[in-house]
C-alpha cells in the first residue's frame, strides 16, 4: 500500500487532486517546490540568497505566510505559479454591495445620507418638486432606513464592549450621575 505523499507523486500518470483553499500555507510551498522539480541550490541561484534560506523557506511545516513580493519572487525561480494560485485560492471577495464591517456600514450609512442630500438639493433647485424628484428622494430615504437598521445589526455584537489588547472585552457602562 503506497501512502507516501513523495512516492504518489512521482508515479507517472498519477494526478492528485489538490484543494488550494484548505491547503496550509507549508504544503503550498512544498508543492510548488515540487511542481518545479528544482533542487534548493537551484532556486537559491535564481533568488539570490543563500540555499540555508531557501531551506527554511520550503521547511515541511512552514506556517509563515510569505509576502506578496516574496511569493512573486518564489514563483518567478520556480518557473511556476503555484504558489499565487494558491494564495489567489485563499481570497474571499466579499460583495461591495454589502459590507459586513462596522466601519463598512457606517461608510454605507454616510453614503445614504450623501445621496439623500444630494437628491433633495437637485430637486428644490427650481423651487418645484416633481413626481419623479420625490420618488428618487423617497428611495433615497430608505436607503439611509436600511443602512442605519444593517449599522445597528452590526453594533449590537459590540454594544457595552471596547475593543482593547486586540480583543472585544466587556465594560460597565453607567447611565446617569449618582
Known amino acids: 500500500m503506497l501512502t507516501d505523499l513523495k512516492e504518489l507523486q512521482g508515479m507517472q500518470g498519477y494526478q492528485m487532486e489538490l484543494d488550494l483553499k484548505t491547503m496550509p500555507v507549508g504544503a503550498a510551498i512544498q508543492q510548488a517546490k515540487i511542481k518545479s522539480g528544482l ?8 533568488m539570490g540568497i543563500h540555499h540555508s534560506v531557501v531551506k527554511k523557506l520550503f521547511a515541511e511545516h512552514q506556517d509563515r505566510l510569505p509576502d506578496i513580493l516574496e511569493v512573486v519572487e518564489i ?7 503555484f504558489l499565487l494560485d494558491w494564495l489567489a485560492a485563499q481570497v474571499e471577495i466579499l460583495p461591495v454591495e454589502a ?10 450609512l454616510s453614503e445614504s445620507f450623501a445621496n439623500t442630500a444630494r437628491a433633495t438639493t437637485e430637486a428644490m433647485a427650481d423651487g418645484h418638486t416633481s413626481p419623479q424628484e420625490a420618488n428618487d428622494i423617497l428611495l433615497h430615504a430608505r436607503e439611509v432606513r436600511d443602512a442605519a437598521t444593517r449599522l445597528m445589526g ?3 455584537p459590540i454594544a457595552g464592549q471596547m475593543y482593547k489588547g486586540g480583543k472585544w472585552v466587556k465594560v460597565e457602562i453607567f447611565e446617569g450621575r449618582q
Open 39 to 46: 533542487d534548493y541550490r537551484t532556486i537559491a541561484t535564481r
Open 75 to 81: 514563483c518567478n525561480a520556480l518557473g511556476n505559479t
Open 99 to 108: 459590507p459586513t464591517s462596522v466601519p463598512g456600514q457606517f461608510c454605507r
Open 154 to 156: 452590526a453594533l449590537e
